[in-house]
Nanobody, 123 residues
Framework: QVQLVESGGGSVQSGGSLTLSCTVSGYTIGRPCVAWFRQAPGKEREEVASIDRANRPYYGDFVKGRFTISEDDSRDTLYLQMNSLKPEDTAMYYC?????????????????WGQGTQVTVSS
């Protein structure tokens, strides 16, 4: 069973940067699609970025070049580098994984979820 553990959240001022990390363990065949989602109070959970087994990234429209998803050489740690943060980026950020290597836009396609890490951006 895939296990995901996020870290790196915190508080930052508008325009600042944060890097989130997600350790991925328990997969047996190949690293599955892994994604970052976020959920702000009173809003639906939305996809921030994802990366498939072939290392192809996808970004939500609101990212607009500010965030970068990457992984380490062992493919066991996923990163989300967030620059030019805005107050509207404030949310709980979750790492999620599918059972297979390809990604999907629907959050219902993701089977495994981390506990989340809070990001707060002040103006």
């Amino acid at each position: 069973q895939v296990q995901l553990v996020e870290s790196g959240g915190g508080s930052v001022q508008s325009g600042g940067s944060l890097t989130l990390s997600c350790t991925v363990s328990g997969y047996t065949i190949g690293r599955p699609c892994v994604a970052w989602f976020r959920q702000a109070p009173g809003k639906e959970r939305e996809e921030v970025a994802s990366i498939d087994r072939a290392n192809r990234p996808y970004y939500g429209d609101f990212v607009k070049g500010r965030f970068t998803i990457s992984e380490d050489d062992s493919r066991d740690t996923l990163y989300l580098q967030m620059n030019s943060l805005k107050p509207e980026d404030t949310a709980m950020y979750y790492c999620a994984a599918r059972d297979i290597g390809s990604c999907h836009r629907s959050l219902n396609a993701y089977v495994y979820w981390g506990q989340g890490t809070q990001v707060t951006v002040s103006s």
